[in-house]
C-alpha cells in the first residue's frame, strides 16, 4: 500500500513541482520539510523574499510574487477540514495581530488567487520578535507525534498554523 501511494505521488507530484518551479527559479526558491513518524512528510516551497513594504495590513500576500506550495503525503486536518493528499497553493494574508493562512486547490502556475478555490482559511497564532527577520524565514515544528506547525517569520512577526496527520 506504501508503495503504491509513493508511486502514485511520484507519478502526480512531480508534474505539480514542476509547475510550483516555473514561478520562480532555483536560486529564488527555499523548502523546508516536517515529517511524520509513520515516514509521510510535508514540504513547503517558498521565495524568501527581503523587501521590505512588500506585505500591506489585510491583503493578500504571495512572498515573491507567486504563492507558496505545500505538497503532502498524508492526510490532514488544518482548521478542522480534512486536506487529502497532493500539492496546494498557500496564502497569506497579514494582519496587525493575526494572519490568515490560506490553503488552496489551485496549483496552476501563474494563474491569479481564486477564493472559490480555497479549501480552508486558517487564523494563524502570532507574536512579535525582537529581532527583525530580514527575509521571509519559513519552518515546521515537529510538536507532537502527529503534528507540525507551519512557522513563518518577516520583519518583526512571527506566525503558526497547526498540521494534524489523520
Not at 501511494?5 to 527555499?30: D, E, R, Y
Not at 480534512?82 to 500539492?87: C, D, F, L, N, V
Request: positive net charge.
Amino acid at each position: 500500500m506504501r508503495c503504491l501511494l509513493v508511486c502514485l505521488l511520484l507519478i502526480f507530484g512531480l508534474p505539480l513541482f514542476s509547475l510550483a518551479q516555473q514561478s520562480a527559479t532555483p536560486s529564488q526558491t527555499k523548502e523546508v520539510f516536517c515529517g511524520f513518524g509513520d515516514g509521510t512528510t510535508l514540504k513547503v516551497l517558498y521565495s524568501p523574499v527581503s523587501r521590505s513594504g512588500e506585505m500591506h495590513d489585510g491583503k493578500m500576500w504571495q512572498p515573491g510574487g507567486s504563492p507558496m506550495t505545500l505538497f503532502t503525503q498524508a492526510k490532514l486536518i488544518v482548521g478542522g477540514v480534512e486536506i487529502p493528499e497532493g500539492a496546494y497553493s498557500l496564502y497569506v494574508f497579514p494582519r496587525k495581530g493575526t494572519w490568515t493562512l490560506v490553503i488552496s486547490k489551485n496549483v496552476v502556475a501563474n494563474s491569479k488567487y481564486d477564493e472559490k478555490q480555497d479549501l480552508v482559511r486558517v487564523k494563524m497564532e502570532s507574536v512579535s520578535v525582537d529581532t527583525p527577520f530580514k527575509t521571509l524565514d519559513i519552518a515546521f515544528a515537529h510538536t507532537a507525534p502527529k503534528q507540525c506547525n507551519l512557522r513563518m517569520y518577516y520583519e518583526k512577526t512571527g506566525a503558526w498554523a497547526e498540521f494534524h496527520e489523520k
